[in-house]
């Protein structure tokens, strides 16, 4: 007796894993197929000219490629513990740290975004939001939202030429 739970409590859960990977990227590209049959039933359009069936068929493309994309970088999870500045962490709970820091990045990107404009609001959100990641620095941190900074501001700002003013600094 003691020999079968101790092999039932070694085995992975149903859905624990590379596992919920798989099943994960099925779902999603099951969702995306769903809605490419959907948008199909409506006029397509062109780039210049959407249809009503553009979108739901070009969103669902993007989920059946993510789908596709997070089953084939399923892999079995490690069986050491995995350990951060020297602490083993504890799958059991919630990540505050995580929580914390993406609730404060959004906060900083509406308060920020209304009194300072997308530049120093995409700079915030990324900067902050990237401390959630216990493997980030300060360096890190910093390079990831210089570089999304900058995309943001060629995508948004420059070519589809949103209206958001790029700094404001006080005016609303």
Request: charged share 10%; hydrophobic share 50%; glycine share 14%.
């Amino acid at each position: 007796m003691n020999g079968q739970a101790t092999a039932d409590a070694s085995r992975p859960g149903f859905l624990s894993g590379y596992r919920r990977d798989y099943y994960g990227g099925a779902l999603m590209c099951l969702i995306g197929a769903g809605a490419v049959t959907q948008g199909l039933n409506y006029h397509f359009g062109s780039l210049t000219h959407m249809g009503p069936g553009f979108f739901p068929t070009c969103l669902g493309a993007i989920l059946i490629l993510l789908g596709l994309g997070i089953a084939g970088t399923a892999r079995r999870p490690s069986a050491r513990p995995l350990k951060h500045e020297g602490m083993q962490h504890d799958d059991t709970g919630p990540e505050w740290r995580g929580w914390f820091c993406i609730v404060a990045s959004i906060v900083a990107f509406v308060v920020l975004g209304k009194w300072g404009g997308l530049l120093p609001a995409s700079f915030a959100v990324t900067f902050i939001s990237a401390f959630g990641d216990r493997d980030n620095t300060w360096k890190s941190a910093l390079a990831l939202a210089v570089v999304i900074t900058l995309v943001s501001v060629v995508v948004f700002w420059w070519a589809l030429q949103l209206q958001f003013p790029l700094l404001t600094w006080g005016r609303t």
